[in-house]
């Protein structure tokens, strides 16, 4: 079965699955059916060697009547008589004992599968012992101990190709028999008694059932049918088993390497936008949108200044670093993270996802909030590995309409916001102090029930004729208790201190609690700067 068959086959099948349906009900039907004329056959061609044999056995007999008992009779003018020599005889027939051994050899020259014998242990003296084997023994000694004259004795041999069953019955002494024996002068045996056993009549039967097997020609096709249509169906299906696997294979392979590809991608896309376009949700086209934002900028204080006093290598690494903690707080809040640009950050809340202009602007809040608590952790430990000057971050955050999509060409795109709102959000992070966190009015007044602020100067932005009024996040603890802060990071003009409670010992912390005790008596002593200084 060469492949191009298998390959069509296969595909009839697959093509046409009622074919599969229309051969399983055949194949129901045609079961029984077979079965029936099998039996059928079988028990014709049984019918037919039993008449066959009868026919044979009774043509058989009549010829050996008609040439040995009628032909003898009508050839003797004078009275006939029965003798066991009968051929030496004129006129004479056979007694029933030489009756019975002819026709054993009668039926057994005109049958090969059924044979007859007529024995016995006490022959007549002018004729040959008759040999007899341990099945013959056994039976006349088990007849002559039961004297029974309906005992039967049965054995059946063979192979499973071919069976043989033999039938010994009793040869019981009737009273003519018996006078006959007693007297005639070539008996054995003088003292026979009416009921003794002389011998048996054995009928054997052989039963080829090779022979046989054809009887079941319908049933053979049927399993020939099936035989074959099974195995073309198991071919099939280990056929299609290893194209499956193979499939399978390939697809776990192109599956790895998709999720590779997607892992890869995922890192230069933002997790919303990430999963708005590989679920379906959005259109890889070129498409904006107006919406309200919140729009979320911060930058490193004097970065310039700090890349000279790091080697370049020390400052990639605190400048990732401090990115991926920026980026985890960010993503914890649901902010979109648009780009980084150098040292700041660009992110916004409202698209893809939002809860409301409301909650994105407190939600950016408490964003900026929790970078500029994670800012002064990351200040503690990068003191603690050496760094002097440590980065501090400005934010500013704008609510406002912006343009927000897929900007570019059809072959290259960015998704990002265009609006003098993004603009205002930058110019609000360059006012802000280090460390610090500066609000326009329209973010303010969504969240003023959640922080203080303080306004400052209005400020002038290019593009927008009024005036910003900014708002300066006073305190931004506003969701932790003030006394569980451990670490404190102050800078400004004549002023810089960095206090990390958690790594003082006991007398570093007397010793350091002495000097804040001096410091605020000195503070509270200060004289007013004079103002020509």
Not at 360 to 375: G, N, P, S, Y
Request: aromatic share 10%.
């Amino acid at each position: 079965m060469n492949d191009r068959f298998v390959n069509r086959t296969a595909l009839f099948f697959i093509n046409r699955p009622q074919w599969i349906a229309v051969l399983v009900i055949s194949a129901l039907v045609f079961l029984p059916l077979a079965v029936w004329l099998d039996l059928k056959n079988l028990s014709d061609n049984s019918l037919r060697a039993q008449a066959a044999s009868l026919n044979s056995i009774i043509t058989g007999f009549r010829t050996y009547y008609a040439t040995n008992v009628v032909s003898r009779v009508l050839s003797t003018e004078g009275e006939t008589r029965t003798a066991h020599n009968y051929q030496a005889i004129p006129g004479a027939i056979p007694i029933p004992a030489t009756l019975s051994i002819e026709m054993a050899e009668v039926i057994g020259d005109g049958e090969e599968d059924i044979d007859y014998r007529f024995v016995s242990d006490h022959v007549f003296q002018n004729r040959a012992p008759h040999v007899l084997d341990s099945f013959e023994r056994g039976a006349l000694q088990a007849f002559r101990a039961n004297r029974n004259p309906n005992l039967v004795m049965t054995e059946i041999t063979g192979s499973i190709f071919d069976r043989k069953i033999r039938i010994a019955a009793p040869v019981v002494m009737g009273s003519a028999c018996v006078a006959c024996h007693n007297s005639h002068e070539e008996s054995p045996k003088k003292d026979w008694r009416v009921g003794d056993i002389r011998g048996l009549q054995e009928i054997s039967i052989s039963q080829p059932i090779a022979e046989n097997i054809w009887s079941f020609k319908y049933l053979l096709i049927y399993f020939a049918c099936a035989g074959f249509f099974g195995v073309a169906f198991m071919l099939l299906q280990l056929r299609q088993a290893i194209g499956f696997r193979r499939m399978n294979k390939e697809l776990e392979e192109t599956n790895s390497f998709l999720a590779s590809i997607s892992l890869k991608i995922s890192k230069y896309l933002s997790p919303q936008v990430y999963r708005s376009i590989f679920s379906g949700e959005r259109d890889v086209v070129i498409s904006t949108e107006r919406k309200k934002l919140t729009i979320f900028f911060s930058d490193i204080k004097d970065f310039t200044l700090s890349s000279e006093h790091l080697q370049p290598e020390e400052l990639t690494r605190l400048l990732n670093e401090y990115f991926t903690e920026m980026s985890k707080i960010a993503t914890e809040h649901g902010a979109t993270v648009d780009k980084f640009i150098g040292d700041a950050i660009l992110a916004f809340f409202g698209d893809p996802e939002t809860k409301g202009p409301k909650e994105d602007a407190l939600a950016c809040l408490k964003m900026a909030i929790a970078m500029q608590r994670r800012m002064k952790t990351l200040n503690a430990e990068w003191r603690r590995r050496g760094i002097e000057k440590p980065f501090e971050s400005r934010i500013g955050i704008n609510t406002g309409y912006c343009n927000v999509g897929n900007f570019g060409s059809e072959d290259r795109m960015d998704y990002t916001i265009i609006g003098a709102e993004a603009n205002l959000a930058a110019r609000l992070e360059s006012i802000a102090e280090p460390g610090g966190i500066v609000v326009s009015y329209e973010t303010y007044a969504l969240v003023s029930d959640h922080v203080r602020a303080t306004a400052m100067d209005p400020i002038r932005l290019k593009g927008i004729s009024r005036d910003i009024i900014p708002y300066r996040v006073d305190d931004f603890h506003v969701d932790t208790d003030a006394s569980q802060e451990q670490t404190f990071n102050i800078s400004g003009e004549g002023v810089h201190l960095f206090l990390d409670v958690d790594r003082l010992g006991a007398s570093d912390a007397a010793k350091t609690q002495d000097a804040l005790e001096t410091m605020l008596t000195a503070l509270k002593n200060r004289k007013p700067a004079s103002p020509g200084l």
